[in-house]
């Protein structure tokens, strides 16, 4: 009965390799966002979409690719895998008409 | 730009003591204010939220506190616990938008 799954929950890959992040949330929310948290616990949004549609793309760089398949799932492709990519990221939902976020359990990527 | 400023970074409260968590903005177009609570290992989670039509919010032993001239709002928990050891983020969110804009985080220790 998991809210906002994420998968993998660890994922440790060398440099220069292509990873997914998989994310899946079952509340009918019709919103889904990438954060990123950093080794200093900063929370930073990456993306959003509504409805399968971008609608917020921050200052990322293009090796990290968003795709929403449908309104429940959110996956985040990236390529060459840099060492500062090394952080926790989280997949969230949320209705567009409410406010609240729910927040999945995390991703641990580290790269070596 | 930091557009949530918070403090303190860390803070250390006796058990049934009263801990404090402050937080300013810049951005007068933000109109929810929601704090997030972070345990170990797990996403962050909504734990109170106020929208700046109201100086004060409480629920049990959460309180918000707001405001909006000074753009400040902050978090009191009372009678704290060890369980309330966590990570607390303030968060702002526009009018009309789904983003949210954290705060830096509160590392919460209460000792017994």
């Known amino acids: 009965d998991t809210a906002v799954s994420q998968t993998p929950k660890y994922l440790v890959t060398q440099m220069g390799n292509d990873k997914s992040i998989k994310c899946e949330q079952n509340l009918g929310h019709d919103t889904m966002y990438w954060y990123k948290q950093d080794s200093k616990k900063f929370l930073k949004i990456m993306f959003s979409y509504n409805n399968k549609e971008l609608i917020i793309n921050e200052t990322v760089p293009n090796r990290f690719s968003p795709k929403s398949p449908d309104k429940a799932h959110l996956n985040l492709h990236i390529n060459s895998l840099e060492l500062g990519d090394s952080a926790v990221y989280f997949c969230?939902?949320?209705?567009?008409?409410?406010?609240?976020?729910?927040f999945g359990q995390g991703t641990r990527l580290t790269v070596v | 730009q930091q557009q949530v400023k918070q403090s303190p970074q860390s803070l250390i409260v006796q058990k049934g003591g009263i801990s404090i968590i402050n937080c300013a903005y810049e951005?007068?177009?933000?109109?929810?204010f929601p704090w997030y609570q972070q345990f170990p290992g797990k996403g962050p989670a909504l734990l109170i939220a106020?929208?700046?039509?109201?100086s004060e919010k409480k629920e049990g032993r959460f309180t918000i506190s707001f405001n909006k001239s000074a753009k400040q709002f902050s978090l009191h928990i009372m009678d704290s616990q060890p369980g309330d050891s966590a990570t607390y983020f303030c968060a702002a969110r526009k009018g009309g938008g789904n983003k949210l804009t954290f705060g830096t985080g509160t590392q919460l220790k209460v000792e017994l």
């Open positions: 951005n007068t177009a933000f109109d929810y």
């Open positions: 969230a939902s949320s209705q567009a008409s409410t406010t609240e976020a729910f």
């Open positions: 106020i929208r700046p039509d109201v």
